[in-house]
């Protein structure tokens, strides 16, 4: 499980800790999480092994849901 905790202070400079959080299919997870707030940036890097879609939270920070293929 992972949970995000809103803080009072707003954003100030870069994200310094970047996740990729692995699931079954990033469809769903791009419908849920613009359900919970945060938004899909329109990136999207289709690899042999997978597909990476760059994410943010409500505060727009930066995370990649991963689907990973059978290869």
Same mark, same amino acid.
């Given at each position: 499980m $992972?949970?995000?905790q809103?803080?009072? =202070?707003?954003?100030?400079?870069k994200?310094?800790l970047? +996740?990729?959080?692995?699931v079954?299919?990033?469809?769903?997870?791009v419908?849920r999480?613009g359900m $919970?707030?945060?938004r899909?940036t329109? =990136?999207?890097?289709?690899?042999?092994?997978g597909?990476? +879609?760059?994410?943010?939270?409500?505060e727009?920070?930066?995370?990649c849901?991963?689907?990973?293929?059978?290869v």
């Open positions: $992972l949970t995000f809103p803080v009072p =202070e707003p954003k100030a400079g994200t310094r970047h +996740l990729d959080i692995a079954t299919d990033v469809d769903e997870a419908d999480i $919970l707030g945060g899909w329109g =990136e999207r890097h289709d690899y042999r092994e597909a990476v +879609l760059v994410m943010t939270d409500p727009d920070n930066e995370f849901v991963v689907q990973y293929y059978r």
